[in-house]
């Protein structure tokens, strides 16, 4: 069956530092890899999506890669700030059913000042 | 211009009983899935419904029921509650002319604990 992975522990970093968050899955081909940011009790926020083409997207401070070789994404947060401490999550869609997104469990990090 | 909106934030019901949950999407928006996110857990694919059709459906029982309006909102049933139905519910809007890929726009969820 499908499933993905992020980093199963918390992320401790310090404030100003990068933070790489990893997901991987296995029996599936997406066609689109996004990430999201939840903060407790919150819905999920989009912060970038990457195709199956690409292999990097930027955003101001954020970075992803996706490596369908490997079957492997990653998220960058460089510089990083205690506001940036929240779960992060990352959703897999194929072109067919790209509104039907399957979802790791997130990652938890946490910023310190 | 507003986002989605979910109502109501939080319910408690008792076991066996029923609830719906409602969803305005986002404006512009015309295709509603949800989601249900257990503590701890990434969100689990319930339906998705767009042009008042259910489209897809995840692994959920019949107990689990939607409907969408002429305006796009839409509603989620769960009937006789049991207590692991307990979670947060989350609506998410999109547009299908916005094409393959598009992002997800999420309401703040409905907290729905079952005692």
């Known amino acids: 069956s499908q499933k993905i992975e992020q980093n199963s522990e918390a992320l401790n970093i310090q404030e100003g530092k990068t933070a790489t968050l990893t997901c991987n899955y296995t029996?599936?081909?997406?066609?689109?890899l996004q990430w999201y940011r939840q903060d407790p009790g919150r819905g999920p926020v989009f912060l970038l999506l990457i195709r199956e083409n690409e292999k990097e997207k930027r955003k101001e401070r954020l970075k992803v890669t996706f490596d369908t070789t490997l079957k492997q994404s990653l998220f960058h947060i460089t510089a990083s700030q205690p506001a940036d401490s929240a779960t992060y999550l990352c959703a897999l869609s194929n072109a067919g059913n790209n509104r039907k997104l399957i979802w790791g469990l997130g990652t938890s990090l946490a910023v310190n000042p | 211009d507003a986002g989605v909106t979910q109502s109501p934030t939080h319910l408690i019901k008792t076991r066996g009983q029923q609830v719906t949950l409602r969803c305005s999407p986002k404006s512009g928006h015309d295709t509603v899935s949800w989601y249900q996110q257990a503590l701890g857990q990434g969100p689990q694919f319930i339906f998705q419904y767009y042009e008042e059709e259910e489209r897809q459906r995840g692994n959920f029982p019949d107990r689990f029921s939607g409907h969408q309006f002429p305006n796009y909102s839409s509603e989620l049933n769960v009937n006789a509650l049991l207590l692991g139905d307990s979670a947060l519910y989350l609506c998410?809007?999109?547009?299908?002319?916005?094409?393959?890929?598009?992002?997800?726009?999420f309401g703040q969820g409905t907290r729905l604990t079952v005692v």
């Open positions: 998410a809007s999109s547009f299908v002319a916005g094409g393959a890929g598009t992002e997800a726009f």
């Open positions: 029996n599936y081909s997406p066609a689109y």
